[in-house]
């Protein structure tokens, strides 16, 4: 991991964005958790995450919520087709984060009023969302990532940022994956093409000394 400057991630131009911190993905009676997938990773994740969210506000840096919402009518022939060719019957799925169900809620941090969420329908938190348009109207032009899963979604979510020219950084212990090997694998190629690597203790401290 890089030294962490506070000027980095000054408050000024820094937003902290949880990305799909949500029961179906986080939570042992979501989707995922019945399916028999390992919790841990993810709820110490999710723990980590309320520390940041906490640090957020109380240093001023906007916290931008992203969440899969998902409604049958939206699932794509493509999307279905895919989930068929991997063994899943797709027409029969009931989906994950299902728009108004409690698999769509926010575990860890959740949003207070006034803050944004931006709902998403594909891996990416910028892919046909108005997240990019949210965030420069904030002059926002630095991220600090968080959330599930460090493979997928905050991956996917972390290149498209950088390509927009954001300034990235991925708070390690505050995102997971199932599988111990793919988490580690997957920050060490974040951290070599378009990301910085923090802990939530070094970006909490950063935020103090800045303010």
């Given amino acids: ?60 840096v906007p916290v931008v919520f992203v969440g899969l919402q998902t409604r049958p009518e939206m ?5 279905k087709e895919r989930m068929r060719r991997r063994g899943s019957n797709a027409d029969n799925d009931s989906g994950v984060c299902r728009e108004g169900t409690y698999g769509a809620e926010f575990v860890g941090p959740k949003p207070l009023p006034g803050e944004s969420v931006i709902a998403k329908l594909r891996y990416s938190g910028f892919y046909g969302t108005p997240l990019d348009t949210a965030l420069k109207a904030r002059g926002v032009d630095t991220l600090v990532l968080c959330g599930l899963t460090t493979e997928c979604c905050v991956d996917c979510t972390a290149r498209d940022a950088f390509h927009l020219d954001y300034h990235v950084f991925i708070a390690t212990d505050a995102c997971a994956t199932y599988e111990p090997d793919l988490h580690t694998s997957s920050l060490k190629n974040l951290e070599l093409n378009c990301a910085i690597l923090a802990s939530t203790d070094d970006i909490i401290k950063a935020w103090k000394k800045g303010t």
């Fill in 1 to 60: 991991m890089t030294m962490l400057l506070p000027e980095w991630i000054d408050p000024k131009r820094t937003a902290l964005v949880p990305i799909d911190m949500q029961v179906d993905f986080g939570a042992p009676d979501g989707m995922l958790g019945k399916l028999g997938l390992d919790m841990t990773a993810p709820l110490a994740a999710i723990a980590q995450s309320e520390k940041l969210a906490d640090a957020a506000r109380a240093a001023g």
């Fill in 75 to 79: 699932d794509s022939r493509f999307w």
